[in-house]
C-alpha cells in the first residue's frame, strides 16, 4: 500500500514521523511536495503529474499543506480526489479552516463557544470595534497566520488603531478579538484522528508573553480530558470534515471556548509532551481508508 503524503520538506519532524510509522506497518511512504505537482486538466482523462511522470498507484493521501500555499495545495488534494484517491482531510474542510474568520463563524454557527471577534477595515469603526469585543486589552490577529505569527495583544485603543492601520497598508486582513484574562496564558492542543482524540497537553505562555505556542517558546504538560473537553473537541474537528486536526481551545469563565482548529496540525510538541505516538493513529486511520476504497 503506498501512501501519499504531501509535504514540502522530508525533514519535517511531523513528515519524518509520519515516514516512519508506515515503515512500521509496512507501508510504502511516498513524499510529494505540492509545489512539484503538475495538474492537467481538460483532456479526456484529467492526470497528476511529479516531477513530469504521471502519478499513479496511490492508494491514500496524507495532506500537510503549509499555509503559504494552501490554494494549490488544495488544488492537488482534490485532484487526487478526483482520481478516487481517499484522504485524511477533504480540500474544503482545510480551505475553511484556515480562513480564521470563516472558521470562527462556522463554529459559532454549529454552537460551539468562541471569543468574540471583529472584522473590521473602516479605520473610523476601530474604536467602536473594540467596545464590541469587551474592550482593550484586545489581540489583533492576521486572518491567515500559524504558530503564533501575526498574533498581538495591545493595551490601548490607541496603541490598536495604529497598529491596524500599519498592517491593513501592508495589505494585510486582520480580525480583532476579545482577550480572555481569565486564561491566563494558558490554552489546550487537542489531536483529533477520525473523529476521536489521540492526545492532549495544556500549553502555558512564557513570562512576559501571552502566546501559548510552543513555537513562540511556551511550555507544556499532558492534560486528560474532561468528558465535556473531548466532546467539545471532538466535535470541532468533525464540523470541518477533518479526519486529522489540532484543536485548540481555552477554559473561559462561560465554558470552553475553540480557538481555531488546524487542519495540518504539526504535532511534535505535543508528542514530546506527552510521550503518546500521534503518527501511529494517523497511519491506521490512513489504512483504514484505502481498505475501505479497495472494499478489502
Known amino acids: 500500500m503506498r501512501v501519499a ?10 513528515t ?4 516512519e510509522e508506515c515503515k512500521k506497518q509496512e507501508l510504502e511512504p511516498v513524499v510529494l511536495n505540492p509545489l512539484k505537482c503538475d495538474i492537467i486538466i481538460g483532456k479526456k482523462n484529467d492526470f497528476l503529474y511529479y516531477n513530469k511522470r504521471r502519478l499513479e498507484s496511490i492508494d491514500v493521501v496524507i495532506p500537510r499543506i503549509g499555509s503559504s500555499i494552501t490554494q494549490y495545495g488544495i488544488s492537488v488534494l482534490r485532484r487526487f480526489l478526483d482520481m478516487g484517491v481517499p484522504s485524511v ?6 480551505a475553511r479552516a484556515r480562513d480564521k474568520f470563516q472558521a470562527l463563524q462556522i463554529l459559532s454557527n454549529s454552537g460551539l463557544l468562541v471569543p468574540q471577534t471583529i472584522m473590521v477595515r473602516n479605520p473610523a469603526n476601530i474604536s467602536k470595534a473594540i467596545d464590541r469585543v469587551g474592550g482593550v486589552p484586545v489581540i489583533i490577529k492576521l486572518i491567515r497566520g500559524t504558530q503564533g505569527v501575526g498574533v498581538i495583544i495591545l493595551e490601548s485603543k490607541q496603541s490598536a488603531a495604529s497598529t ?19 486564561s491566563r496564558g494558558m490554552d489546550m492542543r487537542i489531536m483529533v484522528v477520525d473523529g476521536k482524540v489521540v492526545a ?17 517558546g511556551a511550555v507544556g504538560e499532558p492534560l486528560e480530558l474532561t468528558p465535556e473537553q473531548q466532546e467539545v473537541a471532538e466535535k470541532a474537528a468533525g464540523i470541518f470534515g477533518l479526519g486529522v486536526a489540532g484543536v485548540d481551545m481555552l477554559e473561559s469563565v462561560k465554558g470552553m471556548m475553540v480557538l481555531e482548529v488546524n487542519a495540518s496540525p504539526g504535532f511534535e510538541g505535543i508528542e514530546k509532551i506527552t510521550g503518546d505516538n500521534v503518527a501511529k493513529p494517523i497511519i491506521e486511520y490512513a489504512k483504514r481508508l484505502a481498505l475501505q476504497k479497495n472494499n478489502l
Do not use: D
Open 5 to 14: 503524503i504531501l509535504s514540502r520538506k522530508r525533514s519535517l519532524y511531523s
Open 16 to 19: 519524518k514521523r509520519l515516514i
Open 89 to 94: 482531510a477533504n480540500p474544503e474542510g482545510i
Open 164 to 182: 491596524v492601520e500599519a498592517l491593513w497598508r501592508m495589505g494585510r486582513h486582520i480580525l480583532i478579538q476579545q482577550y480572555i484574562i481569565e
Open 200 to 216: 492532549s497537553c495544556r500549553r502555558i505562555a512564557r513570562f512576559g508573553e501571552f502566546r501559548s505556542n510552543i513555537h513562540q
